[in-house]
């Protein structure tokens, strides 16, 4: 997922995996109706989603 600035918001594992691989281009979801502390808790939420077993 990016922002309306295409800053990347969550996915960096996932990018970092499909650069080792050589993968040029990704598909991306891009979010524009959401504030920064949306941003934010959806970072900590897919960060959180990632800890679990």
Same mark, same amino acid.
């Given at each position: 997922? /990016? @922002?309306? @600035?295409? %800053?990347?918001? /969550?996915?960096?594992? !996932?990018?970092?995996?499909? =650069?080792?691989?050589? /993968? $040029?281009?990704?598909?991306?979801? !891009? *979010?524009? %109706?959401?504030?920064? $502390?949306? *941003? $934010?808790?959806? !970072?900590?939420? @897919? %960060? =959180?989603?990632?800890?679990?077993?």
């Amino acid at each position: 997922m /990016i @922002d309306k @600035d295409n %800053n990347l918001v /969550i996915g960096h594992c !996932r990018l970092e995996a499909a =650069k080792s691989l050589g /993968i $040029q281009e990704v598909p991306t979801l !891009r *979010i524009e %109706n959401l504030t920064e $502390q949306e *941003i $934010q808790a959806l !970072r900590l939420a @897919d %960060n =959180k989603l990632n800890e679990s077993e």
